[in-house]
Every structure is written in structure tokens, then in C-alpha cells.
């Protein structure tokens, strides 16, 4: 590798900063305030882990992952759909995401959740659009939907937070709390990373994929968990210690902080091992092991 991995984690970043802005970009006249809301929430920072992870998946198994930067974008789409909905006041009721009030606080709240609901729908658009023009086949095209689509519903990302609503207040066992996380958490990483293989065509690394964001999945929501505690509203961008107040059942809560941080570091493990797999995985390797380190 020439150029060290917070150079080229910092030119992804912006190429996929680049192709985000683009899709909100045009604001019509009459309902331009809710692009303006996607615009807001989609711009508004963020690590860009899901893009990236595709990306690089893809590139590792001998795709041009650099066509793909529009296709890396739905997955942060879905993300960020995701952080819109989860702050709303009937979800948790958070008032700052990414340092910044939260779409519903800077925007009505109607038009924050028609904001999410637009960007979860326009991925659709961007993948089947891209088949239609050629960018990618019609069988790929249907694939990276099907991989998209279940990460969102009711075993995933949505069915996770139903679980997550319906703990609240209540003790619940490490084996739901994982099932609640696989879910929330770990589908739409675990869609990202496959994704990105179907687009290299290599579909006989989708299980080594997956396995490895099933593992990198559970240590970054732990670190999240932790980070909940022990970090700064400086650091996360949003205030500290909303899991405590809402009664949350979480790794830090079941664990304790050191047992939870021994646990996020064996499955920073096991997914590092899974990556020897791959050629060429040096870049994510350092990536992964970043990772257990954050702070934001
Ligand atoms: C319709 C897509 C959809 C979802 C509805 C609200 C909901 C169901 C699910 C909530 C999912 C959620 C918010 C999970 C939390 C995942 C998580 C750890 C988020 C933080 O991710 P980072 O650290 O954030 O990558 P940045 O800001 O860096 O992008």
C-alpha cells in the first residue's frame, strides 16, 4: 500500500461526500424543503463506515469499486434514514445527532420524517437506476436489492428496533440483546460488506464477507455502548449517557466496561483473521483495528 490508510480513508471520504451531495443538490420549488432536510442530515458528517466498507470489499475482490461510488452512497442513505427516525420523539427522543440539533429539531418534525422515509426509498431508485443504464447488470441490480431490503425490515434494522422499544425498562438476557443488535446494527453493516462483493461478482467470498461484519458488527455497537459512558459530547456529537436514562439493556450494562471491552476486542479479533483471507486487505485491517479504538 503507497499512501497510508488515513490519506486514502480521507480521499474516500470526500469522493463519498461528493456523490451524496449530488443527489440533493436540486431542490424543487414546491416540497424543496424536504430535500433540504435530507441534505442537512446526509451532509451533516459522520464516519461514513457503511460506504467505505462496500467500497473496499468490492476492491478487494478485484472490482472497480471506483464506479461504484453512487451504489456506496444508498447504504448511507439507509444509515442515515436510520439516525433520523431513531431520534425522533416517538423512537428515542434525541435532540443532537452529529453535533448538530437533530432533523426534527432543525426542520419540522413531519417534514424529518418524510426526510427519512424519502431517503430510504431513493436508494431503490439509485440501484435500479443503475441497472437500467448499464452501470450494472439487471441480476446485480436485483441482488444488491434483495441484500438491501432485508437489512431494512422486519429482520433488520426495523425489526432490531422493535426489540429495542420493546426492552426498554426491562432486564433482558445477552442472547436478546445480541438478537437486538445482529438486527440493528449489524444487518445494515453486514448488507454493506456483501454488497460490495456482489458488485466485484465474486459471490464466493459473500460468507467470509458477512462473517466478518457479523464480528466487526458486534464490536462496534460494544464500542458504541462504551462510548456511551466514557465519551464527550465533544467527541460523539450527541450527549452521553442516554442509554442509562432511557433504561437501556446494553453490553455495558450486562458486561460491565472492562468485560465489554475484552469481548470487542476478541471479535476485533476473529474479524481481522477473517480479512487474512483477502488479498490486498491491509488498508481495511488497519481500518478494523481503528476502529476498537474510537472515540467518535
Ligand atoms: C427504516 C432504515 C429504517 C430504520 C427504522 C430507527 C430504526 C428503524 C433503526 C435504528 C437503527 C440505528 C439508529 C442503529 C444504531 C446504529 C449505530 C451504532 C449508529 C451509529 O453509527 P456510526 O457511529 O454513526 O457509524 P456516524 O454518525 O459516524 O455515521
Redesign the pocket.
Known amino acids: 500500500m503507497d499512501k497510508d490508510v488515513k490519506t486514502i480513508l480521507d480521499e474516500r471520504c470526500a469522493e463519498i461526500e461528493k456523490h451524496l451531495a449530488a443527489f440533493t443538490a436540486d431542490k424543487p420549488e414546491l416540497q424543496g424543503i424536504v430535500t433540504e432536510a435530507m441534505e442537512y442530515s446526509l451532509m451533516a ?6 460506504p467505505i466498507l462496500m467500497l473496499e470489499f468490492c476492491r478487494m475482490c478485484g472490482g472497480d469499486f471506483e464506479k461504484y461510488y453512487d451504489l456506496a452512497c444508498t447504504i448511507e442513505m ?2 442515515t ?3 433520523i ?2 431520534d425522533l420523539p416517538c ?1 428515542d427522543n434525541d435532540d443532537f ?2 453535533g448538530k440539533p437533530s432533523c426534527h429539531k432543525a426542520f419540522p418534525e413531519n417534514i424529518a420524517l418524510l426526510a ?1 422515509d424519502a431517503l ?1 426509498v431513493l436508494p431503490f431508485e439509485v440501484i435500479s437506476d443503475a441497472a437500467l443504464n448499464g452501470v450494472i447488470d439487471a441480476k446485480t441490480g436485483m441482488m444488491l436489492i434483495s441484500v438491501l431490503s432485508k437489512a ?1 425490515g422486519v429482520n433488520g ?2 425489526g ?2 422493535v426489540i429495542d422499544l420493546q426492552s426498554e425498562g426491562k432486564e433482558i438476557s445477552l442472547d436478546v440483546l445480541n438478537t437486538l443488535q445482529a438486527y ?2 449489524g444487518a445494515l453493516i453486514e448488507a454493506a460488506c456483501v454488497m460490495g462483493v456482489i458488485l466485484s461478482g465474486k459471490y464466493e467470498r459473500i460468507g467470509e464477507a458477512a462473517a466478518y461484519a457479523s464480528a466487526l458488527g458486534r464490536a ?2 460494544i464500542i ?1 455502548d462504551i462510548l456511551d459512558v466514557t465519551g464527550s459530547f465533544e467527541e460523539l ?1 450527541k450527549p452521553i449517557g442516554s442509554d442509562e436514562d432511557q433504561n437501556k439493556t446494553t453490553y455495558v450494562s450486562v458486561l460491565g466496561l472492562d468485560r465489554s471491552y475484552a469481548e470487542a476486542q476478541l471479535l476485533t479479533e476473529q474479524a481481522l483473521a477473517i480479512l487474512d483471507g483477502f488479498e490486498d486487505s491491509e488498508f481495511l485491517h488497519t481500518l478494523t483495528a481503528m476502529l476498537l479504538s474510537r472515540r ?1
Open positions: 458528517g459522520g464516519k461514513r463506515l457503511r439507509i444509515h434514514c436510520s439516525l427516525h431513531d423512537m445527532r452529529r427519512g430510504e431494512i434494522m426495523i432490531g428496533q440493528k446494527t462496534f455497537q458504541d456529537g467518535s
